[in-house]
């Protein structure tokens, strides 16, 4: 690798290095401790030196140096890892530059041009992702050190380095911690001990800063069972901040199959950068705290000051700017923040330079003061230029005639509210859309009334509008403290919907899609999938006690809203619960503005909740617990076991407490959750154990438990809700709530954040992907579990033999992952399956993997004899193996009987898995040489079935389309019951092609064996015998005996097959070509009665050879095998 050139001082270098090659103007040189002799106690020395110093370009065992005669300075200016590479630079030296030094006069001269000859050939090479790096010089040296400790195949990404210490038991190792896009590596050599730890990604169970006595603060990390500590980092939270996003990136990009459509930083893994993980950091926090949708992106950020015209003062905080927003967050401890849409800024104004100040117009006659901003120039042309302002000076010499016009259009929008919608694009919504929350309609507001209730309600409206008159109202509102104690103490029902829209930030996801629902609806409305049937099947269960539900307006409104969404989002399609929830949505808003706030919940503030393995709800369960042990140490100490806890509490996070709750007080909860995610769900649940403490204490079983947690859920009012007791749910009858304590959601709501209001949304983030890894690796260790224990019982391998396989199946799926994003293998699996079809092998994946693990070393990776196990053991001739089929083959060839080893290898010369004819031999023979894309190469057989479009044969349809063709089902599983043990009689007979080829077979298996010849002999014999007694079989069956003309080709032709075995078996090309034209001639120049073997002739002729049956019955230990596969599986991916 070259390097920049810089100056070197060799006083003391021979001692560390020796001269290998020299000549006028170069020296190539090893460094002590490498190559031929080692080097002793100094190379050493040495070893421990290059892992713990950061030296720079010394740290490679070979240099070349560049000097002049006349001068001491020595420039390094290349390095390399193995002589062979630095060899390379050497001849290219000697070839491109000896020649033309000869031509410089001075000795400067010389020097300068080879300096920048050596920077231009570092600038082409830094074309690469590399010069995105901070330092590209000691970047590649780390690289060069990276690449040459751990191995790993080329395209691994390295991200960045640290020097840190592992901690071994209680001893400390000085080393070098490596992040790249699918692995987290270590390395230290210290007095001749290396230490080198290589895990990936997607199998660590726990990722968390911790401290103890011996470590203030260490980076923990759990896998394999394993518990790994890095300490001594100079920068501990960058470090773990990168390592959270690496293993949040490999979980969603190989879990759940993200693609980053829209983060150009990620959307490759073999470009990912450390820059652009912490971007990504920062932008999800950015989307988190001010719910923006998806698609927007931290861009810049200003710290300033905000003019609070409430409080009267300004506010410290900072300015966040992305593609179509303006927001600010103040620091000061005032919990102020304000989000401004782009589409809402009418005007940018700089009125006083001095200040540095800035003034940001908006809809509805208010304007923004952002004062002491840095580079307050920048910012407002960046402003202009998104929201379509000009800022030119014939256009700022006249800002009171485009005030005044703003001013204009702000009253004529107020007088005349209906031309906002057109305004911002909103297409006439179809008739079949109502336009109403159903509240209105099936309860709508006396305004006469004057009963206690309705004027508490009155008051809450009052109390809202003095708000919206400080702090404004709609997309630009200030939030502060005093919002959040207006939603504790409940909303007014007529603001429901209008707040719901804003603090879930579904607002501006419509504004931003004008006319998208109407189109969904007419799109979806009609289609038939397994999505719409489960939907149809649960529109009566949703809140069926009230009124608006009880009608068909009611109905159809939530049939538009779940069948839209289904056809929008078909990888959650629709889940139970979301039926629930969006039912009270429609209470509250209009039908359009439900759909897009099913959408906050389900993409945004609840993510994962909704799916087949609600992975969302079990991490939330999972912070749940964490917190109950912080809070709740009295519950903690009587119920050691907090699993009770999560499986109670699986209701309350997924429908918001609104199965557990009456419908007038679930609102109230909805109200928080909308203002302040998951944070609010978490609290209150903490308060109601709190509430519970004593009689939960006193519980003798789980049962008891429950019982006294639907007691207190049923004895929950809410004694200022205006709503009528026919549209109240009566959960409990009266002489129940007589026999308890009746308790007011709003006291239950504010003593949960008095009480447990103190951690931050931020922390809970934190503990969310915290426990992530964790769920999803419990998960995974589940299905595998479940997947041993039923192939356990149709196998010989241990249960830890099996654990070993299982773990070499699921890594070889993602090891045809790790470097494409968007890779066909990443189909293979689908958590959605039986556990026993979750992960399956593609040809390429299996040929690999079973080269690695199969006994005898006779199937090559990728080779033809590969695909034909291939297809013997895909049974269901879908193009996948799943674990069971695969473990089934090697149980018989590593524990079956001589007969079924012998009867495997027979039926692999057999349809399907062989064809014999010449057409299929070539497709095989370019299959074998050719690169094929990932996966797709076995699929050519399938002709006779419809392939999707990415080649993979589904198992099950997505969940939001398509349907399940049950009778298949059915069908197979009657097949499978249906299914006798096979017996050697109903095998097939074996013709010529397939006996030659199953001939080759044996010779290729006893290759490299001790007792070769003998083997070779002994198939010979067999194979002469067979041949001689086929042809008495066939003269004894003719009526009348041939001339011996008609006779000879055949035997002549069998005899000259049989004699050329045993050569062509050395030459697996050879091979594939003399069995291709022997198939050719025999089928023009045989008649159709050619000649044939049954499996007990076979069995019968190989049983008298005593070397070949003891060498198929010789165990073999699959343990070894397995410990060889472990390494040799990711150096089989490097090599290629």
């Known amino acids: 690798m070259w390097l920049k050139p810089e100056e070197i001082l060799l006083k003391n270098a021979f001692k560390l290095w020796v001269t290998e090659k020299d000549n006028e103007y170069f020296v190539l040189q090893r460094r002590r401790g490498y190559g031929d002799g080692g080097g002793g106690l100094t190379g050493l020395l040495v070893g421990t030196l290059d892992t713990v ?81 901070e330092d590209p010089d000691k970047f ?117 199959k993200e693609a980053f459509q829209g983060e150009p930083a990620l959307s490759d893994p073999l470009q990912v950068t450390k820059r652009g993980l912490e971007a990504h950091a920062k932008s999800e926090q950015f989307r988190s705290f001010f719910r923006l949708p998806k698609e927007e992106n931290l861009l810049e950020v200003h710290e300033s000051f905000l003019w609070v015209p409430f409080s009267h003062f300004n506010t410290l905080g900072k300015i966040c700017l992305s593609e179509n927003y303006l927001c600010f967050a103040s620091q000061d401890g005032s919990q102020c923040h304000i989000i401004i849409p782009m589409r809402e800024v009418v005007n940018v104004e700089k009125p006083d330079p ?69 305004m911002v694009g909103q297409k006439n919504t179809s008739k079949a859309v109502s336009t109403e929350a159903l509240m209105t ?66 607002v501006n996801e419509m504004a931003t899609n004008p006319g998208y629902y109407t189109e969904l609806v007419e799109q979806s409305l009609g289609t038939s999938t397994l999505a719409t049937d489960e939907i149809e099947r649960d529109l009566h269960r949703s809140l069926p006690e009230h009124p608006a539900f009880q009608s068909d307006t009611g109905i159809s409104a939530l049939r538009r809203v779940l069948t839209a969404y289904a056809y929008r989002n078909p990888k959650i399609g ?49 912070v749940f617990e964490d917190l109950i042990r912080e809070n709740l140490p009295q519950l903690v100490e009587h119920m050691t076991d907090l699993s009770f806890f999560s499986s109670v509490s699986l209701s309350w996070f997924l429908t918001l407490f609104i199965s557990v709750l009456p419908i007038e007080s679930a609102v109230n909860v909805v109200d928080c959750f909308f203002y302040d995610g998951i944070k609010a769900i978490v609290q209150l649940g903490l308060a109601v154990l709190d509430y519970n403490m004593e009689a939960l204490i006193a519980c003798s079983d789980d049962a008891e438990a429950v019982t006294i947690l639907n007691r207190f859920f049923d004895s929950v009012t809410n004694k200022d809700s205006p709503l009528p007791p026919t549209v109240q749910q009566a959960s409990a009858s009266n002489n129940d709530k007589a026999s308890h304590v009746c308790v007011d959601i709003s006291e239950l709501i504010r003593e949960a954040y008095e009480k447990y209001g103190h951690f931050r949304s931020e922390e809970v983030e934190s503990s969310r992907r915290r426990n992530k890894l964790y769920v999803i690796q419990t998960l995974e260790d589940t299905t595998k579990q479940n997947v041993i224990r039923v192939v356990s019982q149709e196998v010989r391998f241990t249960a830890s033999q099996l654990d070993e396989l299982y773990n070499l199946f699921k ?97 692999l010369h057999l349809p399907p898995a062989f064809t014999g004819s010449p057409l299929h031999l070539k497709e095989e023979r370019v299959q074998q040489f050719l690169p094929v894309t990932e996966d797709s190469s076995h699929l050519t057989r399938l002709s006779a079935f419809d392939l999707p479009e990415d080649g993979v044969i589904r198992k099950s349809p997505e969940r939001g389309r398509g349907k399940v063709d049950l009778q298949a089902y059915l069908k197979q599983w009657q097949n499978e019951i249906l299914k006798k043990e096979e017996t050697i009689k109903d095998l097939p007979r074996i013709n010529q092609a397939q006996f030659i080829q199953f001939s080759k077979t044996l010779y290729n298996i006893f290759h490299g064996d001790p007792e070769e010849e003998t083997l070779y002999r002994a198939v010979a014999h067999v194979t002469s015998l067979l041949l001689r007694m086929e042809e008495v079989g066939r003269r004894l069956q003719e009526p ?97």
């Open 354 to 422: 001095s200040s540095r100040a800035l003034t940001v117009c908006v809809r509805g006659k208010r304007a923004l003061r952002f004062s002491e901003v840095r580079d307050y120039q920048r910012l407002a042309n960046t402003l202009r230029s998104r929201c379509g302002i000009s800022a030119s000076p014939q256009h700022s010499a006249s800002s009171e005639a485009i005030r005044g016009e703003c001013q204009s259009l702000i009253n004529h929008f107020e007088d005349n509210p209906e031309d906002v919608t057109l």
């Open 811 to 907: 890594r070889q799926h993602f090891l045809s992952c790790y470097w494409t994003m968007r890779s066909p293998a990443l189909l293979h699996h689908d958590p959605s399956l039986a556990y026993l079809e979750q992960y399956q092998l593609g040809f390429q994946q299996f040929s690999e993997l079973f080269s690695l693990l199969e006994p005898w070393g006779f199937c090559a990776a990728k080779s033809t004899l590969s695909l034909w196990v291939f297809r013997l053991i895909d049974e269901n001739q879908d193009g996948l193996i799943n674990f069971k089929e695969f473990c089934c083959a090697l149980d018989t060839l590593y524990g079956g009987s001589f007969t079924n080893k012998l009867k495997f290898l027979f039926k």
């Open 53 to 133: 110093l950061d030296s720079t370009s010394r740290v490679a065992p070979y240099r070349i140096l560049h000097h002049t005669p006349d001068s001491q300075v020595y420039w390094s200016i290349a390095c390399g890892v193995t002589k062979e590479e630095i060899g390379q630079h050497w001849e290219w030296l000697q070839q491109n530059i000896m020649r033309t030094l000869s031509v410089f006069d001075s000795t400067e001269d010389i020097t300068s041009f080879v300096q920048g000859k050596i920077r231009g050939l570092i600038a082409e090479e830094g074309k690469s992702s590399m010069v995105l790096e």
């Open 140 to 256: 590649r040296e780390s690289l060069l050190r990276f690449e040459k400790w751990f191995e790993l195949p080329a395209q691994e990404k390295l991200v960045t380095y640290y020097s840190c210490s592992y901690w071994r038991g209680k001893v400390p190792c000085q080393g070098w911690l490596y992040l790249s896009t699918n692995f987290l590596c270590f390395y230290s050599y210290l007095l001749g001990a290396e230490v080198k730890l290589i895990i990936s990604w997607d199998e660590i169970w726990r990722l968390e800063k911790t401290s103890n006595v011996i470590l203030t603060e260490s980076i923990h990390v759990l896998a394999h069972g394993e518990d790994h500590y890095f300490s001594m980092l100079l920068h501990l939270n960058e470090t773990f901040v990168i390592m959270e996003q690496l293993a949040s990136y490999s979980i969603k990009r190989l879990f759940d």
């Open 574 to 622: 629709y889940c139970q619960a979301m039926n629930i929830l969006t039912s009270v949505l429609l209470l509250y808003a209009k039908e359009e503005e439900a759909f897009w706030l099913l959408v906050a919940v389900c993409e945004r503030m609840l993510p994962d909740y909704f799916n087949r393995r609600i992975i969302g709800a079990l991490v939330d369960q999972a």
């Open 441 to 506: 309609v099936f309860h709508p507001q006396d305004v006469e009334n004057l009963d206690p209730k309705m004027l508490k309600e009155k008051m809450k409206e009052q109390s809202w509008n003095i708000h919206f008159s400080e702090y404004g109202r709609g997309t630009s509102m200030f939030f502060t403290r005093k919002t959040r104690d207006l939603i504790v103490r409940g909303v007014p029902e007529s603001l429901r919907g209008e707040l719901w829209m804003l603090f879930s930030g579904a």
């Open 1040 to 1136: 009348s005996s041939p001339p011996p003309e008609a006779t000879k080709p055949v035997s002549a032709t069998a005899s000259a097959e049989a004699s050329s075995t045993e050569e062509a078996s050395s030459k697996p090309e050879a091979s594939d070509a003399s069995s291709s034209n022997n198939s050719q001639e025999g089928a023009t120049e045989q008649s159709d009665e050619d000649w044939s073997f049954s499996f007990e002739q076979v069995l019968a002729s190989l049983l008298n050879e005593p070397t070949i049956v003891s060498f198929f019955e010789r165990h073999v230990h699959i343990h070894a095998k397995l410990g060889q596969a472990r390494v040799a599986q990711l150096k089989l991916k490097a090599k290629k």
